[in-house]
């Protein structure tokens, strides 16, 4: 849906009712638009939505479309009976496992986070986002040195392939707060679909009192 890449909210809106008028039981539309409302800040229609694809048809993808909506709402008891639900499916999705463990860290649960989050990076192939998970529940836990070792690693390996948004949430994780914004910076520049999490990714919290956070979140029109 070229709206939302280009951000243009209220025509996306339009777009997603559309879709939904033309064929009321397409199970996808209405996962699409339950994320697409968490991310401009609507919580009870996305719910709403949420609950007629349970109506609808409950399947892989709409299992992966519920915890995605419960982690941008940062709703943590519920993205983890949702991840759970969701492991059912397949015990080897890594998605599954990494929003398992940030549902766990946000309850305070870091010990089970960890666990999850390992299982996820020996899952999936690469992926640098639950390593980064892992460093920030590691520093959750007074392990500063281990934090900083798995993401100095990782700054290293990845700064060539790395999107600009995942550089920024391993700059926040080790405090280069300055260069967190110049990569958060590139992303907008890029119009990155990941920087559409900005308002509900944990892992970008420590830069949430710096006014460049919220001018960002402006700049992209979100709430």
Partial sequence: MSSIFEWDWSAAD?????????????????????????????????LAEIAKIEQLDYSFSAAHTESAVYYELRDYPRLIEASKRGLLWDPNDWFQHYSLGVGYEGTGKVQEAIEEYQKAIQISN?????????AHACAAQGKKAEAE??????????????????????????????????????????????????????????????????????RIGLH
């Fill in 14 to 46: 339009r777009e997603f009712n559309r879709a939904i008028a033309l064929a009321p039981s397409y199970s996808c539309a209405h996962e699409d638009r339950a994320v697409f409302l968490t991310m401009i800040g609507r919580r009870s229609e996305a």
């Fill in 126 to 134: 690469g992926s640098q986002r639950p390593i980064v998970a892992l």
């Fill in 149 to 218: 070792k798995l993401l100095r690693n990782l700054e290293r390996r990845s700064k060539a392939t790395a999107s600009p948004y995942t550089m920024a949430t391993i700059y926040a994780g080790l405090g280069e707060t300055d260069l967190a914004f110049d990569y958060l910076g590139r992303a907008y520049s890029q119009r990155s679909f990941d920087i559409l999490a900005l308002n509900s990714d944990f892992l970008l919290d420590s830069l949430r009192p710096d006014n460049r956070f919220q001018q960002l979140v402006r």
